[in-house]
């Protein structure tokens, strides 16, 4: 429900903005935080959500983008076929964007409202090229990510060392 509603004001509304997390996503933090016995936070950050990241092939891929208050120490990538919650979100995103980390949280092509169909393990190399090709036109990317996940999360990121455009 909140999934939905947030599609409809960010991307429907055709402007994107930072927002303010809401307190069940502070929350998660600070108890994913103290679970994971991580060190303390350093920045707080703001989510711009729904953010659309276009694919060779005119597919939209639906993206979370955490931006840290403060200076960036880089950003990180994470690509996902299993959606974002509140949860998910703070054990993926928002552990790094307090640490003053950019997070990417993008959703793999064909689920949680990116364009495509799903099939597994086939578009990953591809898109994962276009995601970073992407980055590196946003304003505030500075050349610096690392990749994050288990799982198939794992697989992206090797998906992405397959880069077979690169020169």
């Known amino acids: 429900m909140g999934f939905q509603k ?7 509304g055709g402007r994107l903005s930072d927002v303010k997390r809401t307190p069940g996503e502070r929350l998660a933090d600070r108890l994913w935080t103290r679970y994971a016995h991580l060190p303390a936070a350093t920045s707080d950050y703001t989510v711009r959500r729904g953010v659309r990241i276009p694919m060779r092939d005119g597919v939209g891929l639906l993206a979370d983008v955490l931006l840290p208050k403060g200076p960036a120490s880089g950003t990180v990538l994470v690509t996902s076929p299993y959606g974002v919650n509140t949860v998910g979100s703070s054990m993926t995103g928002g552990l790094f964007a307090r640490r003053g980390y950019r997070v990417v949280l993008v959703r793999c092509r064909g689920t ?3 364009g495509g169909t799903f099939e ?5 190399v591809d898109d994962a090229a276009d995601i970073v090709a992407w980055m590196r036109e946003q304003p505030w990317f500075d050349g610096r990510f690392a990749t994050h996940g288990y799982s198939y999360l794992g697989f992206t990121q090797w998906a992405l ?4 455009h690169r020169n």
Not at 6 to 12: A, D, F, I, S
Request: charged share 25%; proline share 5%.
């Open 112 to 114: 949680f409202g990116s």
């Open 6 to 12: 947030t599609l409809k004001v960010h991307v429907g």
């Open 161 to 164: 060392l397959m880069d077979r």
């Open 120 to 124: 597994p393990f086939m578009r990953e």
